[in-house]
Structures are given as structure tokens and as C-alpha cells.
């Protein structure tokens, strides 16, 4: 489920089923010689948490991606206004990124790091083949955590 008016009225209504929240992390570089990578990886995570949430639709909600620079103060975003994800009704809060950064972070929740791997120039059944793999990896994750109950 996404963060859209439609889903939210669905999470509303069964929020008791919908207990995992995922927010993607994405570090926007504003150097000319690193604004290709920074669009490079926030495609990357855009696209494995699409391909998360069609598998898990009614069990997980997605926040819009949190976007940052070189230049935030993660520790304090972190203590900021990632901290207020910890406040809501979820039991499961997941940080999806591809910023290594983030593993060292306090969060209020779990950090799923995965290196960004360029999708621009591949064709479309090579990404969908190598973005499952990525699921597949990150998949134990998920269930671990759903396991603790």
C-alpha cells in the first residue's frame, strides 16, 4: 500500500492487518559529478520498494521517500523526524536505502542497506530479473522481524 488517499482510506479501515511500514531513504547529491549516481540509486530504491509493495500489499504501508543532501545532519534526522515513525500504529518500521551511512544510525526501526546496482540502461526483463533477486535478499528480513511476534 502507498501513501496515497485511496490506500489510506484501505489501511484506515484494516490497520490491524497492515502492521509494517517501509520508508525510503535517498540521498539526493546536488555536485554535478555525483547527481548521476544520487539518480541512479534513488531509481534503484524506488524500484525494489515498488516491487516490495506488490508482494506485501495488505501487510505493508509505504511512506513517500525521505530525501536528503551530503550535507544533513543524518544523527539529527534521525532523532527528528525519523524518530516520530516510532509514534505510530505500526509494529514494524523498516528504513529502506542504498546510503551505507544509515547502518550506523539509531533508528526507530530496522535498516535494510542494499547496494545500488544502475538500472538505466538495462532492459526492462533484466531489471525486473535483478530487482527479484534484490527481493530475495532482503525478503528474510521482513520475515524475521514478522517472526518476533
Known sequence: MNWTGKDMDTYLQQKEYIDTLVVPLVKVETKMDN???SA?????????????ETQFKGRMM?????A???????QSMAQTTLQEFSTTTFKHVFFLTTDHAWTSI???GQVIWMPSIPLENMDVS????ILEDQ???VLPKFTEEWAKE
Open 126 to 129: 533484466l531489471r525486473q530479473s
Open 135 to 137: 527481493l530475495r535478499q
Open 40 to 52: 541512479s540509486s534513488t531509481e534503484f530504491v524506488m524500484h525494489l520498494a515498488s516491487l516490495i
Open 106 to 108: 539509531e533508528l526507530p
Open 35 to 37: 547527481m548521476k549516481t
Open 68 to 74: 536528503y543532501t551530503p550535507q544533513t545532519d543524518q
Open 62 to 66: 509505504f511512506a513517500p521517500p525521505f
